[in-house]
């Protein structure tokens, strides 16, 4: 007899595993509500002209950010927002011991940037609960939606989070106009208790983020899916060349102090430093006001902003110094002062985690998707947080490679492979203890 219900209970229970594993691979991500969203998002922070401004901080952030929370509440997920301004949405898992499998991405943006950077990720992080709901499935890990803040100013949110914001940083002017502490106080937050929002290495059993590429790669070789194994480190500088303002009629050519005919040296030296090296660093002289900004003054002043990138952060300093240098005789040559004062919030380069690269292929090819391990010439948060948990991320084309831009495009089809690779990853992570 007890054999009998030995065999019973044996057949019962693997009758119920594999039936959770065929729910696990038949279930689908719903395109109709990820486009709907998308476009949805799209309408918060337009400015006057149309243009896409949800900038860090701002109303439109803030009401972007207002907008995702709703969705979450409505996903049934106990939502709070965090001493960085991060959104978090937590839903319980069968083993509330287990750490959570956490994924997200982030809601603000560049300047007139594009609808899909950061927004693929977190639409797609919030789908991922809308389908487990709807197949009543429940995962023995805890999970978590996170939707950083300030991403595009120096991925704040997550630096607080990973312990790395520091009180200088949080004094640092944001795009917004006001100081990343105000800024963070402005979304929910509280600076002078930012360090409670950090996570410490072996709270988050894994971090997953579904990105775009930002790059043409994937397109060009008619990739679905990228694996990222890399994240750049990113690190900026405030530059500022001390010329002499005067009368730009009466002043002989040979006895002016220009500040931006220096600067425009500067610019140029810039780009000859980061081509003379072998490799894929970057630099970007990206923004550049001139003081007083008249046709008929000599200008005096000039501050710009320089952006260095590589896998490398030894590499990235290497690069600084050199162009240290061609700053200095630029300024000797011109009669001007030129200083660099180094951005405090700063982005270390970071590998994600490989076992979680292998998850993620493992998961694509079981959906019959191409893919490409590759490395990222963005920033993004999982670069953060990979310095307390395994990380992994996954990519979907940008068409014409074109990102931070109002070109900013990715197909709805791809949406959906990256979200649906998302799903497998995360259910397939959830099997491991
Ligand atoms: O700047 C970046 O690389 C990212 O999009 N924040
Ligand atoms: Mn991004
Ligand atoms: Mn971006």
Redesign the pocket.
């Known amino acids: 007899m007890k054999k009998i219900f030995l065999c019973v209970l044996v057949f019962a229970s693997f009758n119920v595993f594999s039936q959770k594993a065929t729910i696990a691979k038949t279930v689908n991500v719903n395109q109709q509500r990820l486009q709907q969203r998308i476009s949805e998002l799209e309408k918060f922070g337009k400015d006057s002209t149309g243009k896409g401004y949800r900038i860090a901080y701002t109303k439109g952030d803030q009401q972007g950010r207002a907008w995702f929370i709703d969705l979450m509440k409505k996903a049934r997920l106990e939502v709070t927002i965090d001493y960085a301004g991060n959104i978090i949405g937590k839903r319980k898992g069968k083993n509330p011991l287990l750490k959570p499998i956490t994924f997200g991405?982030?809601l603000d943006m560049v300047p007139d940037g594009g609808n899909y950077?950061?927004c693929v990720g977190s639409i797609g992080a919030l789908e991922i609960i809308e389908v487990l709901n709807e197949n009543k499935i429940v995962t023995d890990h805890p999970l978590e939606v996170i939707i950083f803040s300030n991403?595009?100013g120096g991925t704040i949110g997550s630096m607080a989070m990973s312990g790395h914001i520091t009180a200088e940083g949080l004094k640092q002017v944001s795009q917004s106009g006001v100081t990343m502490g105000e800024g963070t106080r402005a979304i929910g937050g509280n600076p002078d208790s930012i360090q409670n929002s950090v996570r410490k290495k072996g709270d988050i059993k894994a971090f997953l983020e579904l990105?775009i590429e930002?790059g043409g790669i994937l397109e060009k070789e008619n990739i679905q899916i990228g694996v990222v194994e890399g994240i750049v480190g990113i690190i900026h500088w405030e530059i500022t060349v001390d010329g002499f303002a005067n009368h730009a009629g009466t002043t002989p050519m040979n006895m002016r102090q220009d500040a931006l005919l220096a600067s425009a040296k500067l610019i140029v030296a810039v780009n000859e430093v980061i081509n003379s090296y072998a490799g894929r660093q970057v630099g970007t002289i990206g923004k550049i006001a001139a003081q007083p900004g008249a046709y008929n003054v000599i200008p005096g002043k000039v501050t710009m902003g320089l952006e260095i990138r590589d896998l490398s952060y030894d590499k990235i300093w290497t690069l600084f110094h050199d162009i240290e240098k061609s700053a200095a005789s630029i300024a000797t040559a011109s009669g001007t002062t030129i200083t660099f004062i180094h951005q405090a919030n700063e982005s270390k380069p970071a590998l994600t985690a490989k076992t979680i690269q292998e998850t993620i292929v493992a998961s694509a090819k079981a959906l019959g998707f191409t893919t490409k391990v590759m490395q990222s010439g963005?920033g993004?948060d999982s670069q953060e947080i990979a310095l307390i948990a395994p990380v992994g991320m996954i990519f979907i084309p940008s068409i014409g490679g074109i990102s931070h831009s109002p070109k900013e495009f990715s197909k709805t089809r791809d949406m959906v492979n990256g979200t649906n690779v998302l799903l497998q990853t995360i259910l397939k992570l959830d099997k491991e203890q």
Request: aromatic share 0%; hydrophobic share 10%; proline share 0%.
């Open positions: 991405s982030h950077d950061g991403e595009e990105h930002q963005a993004h």
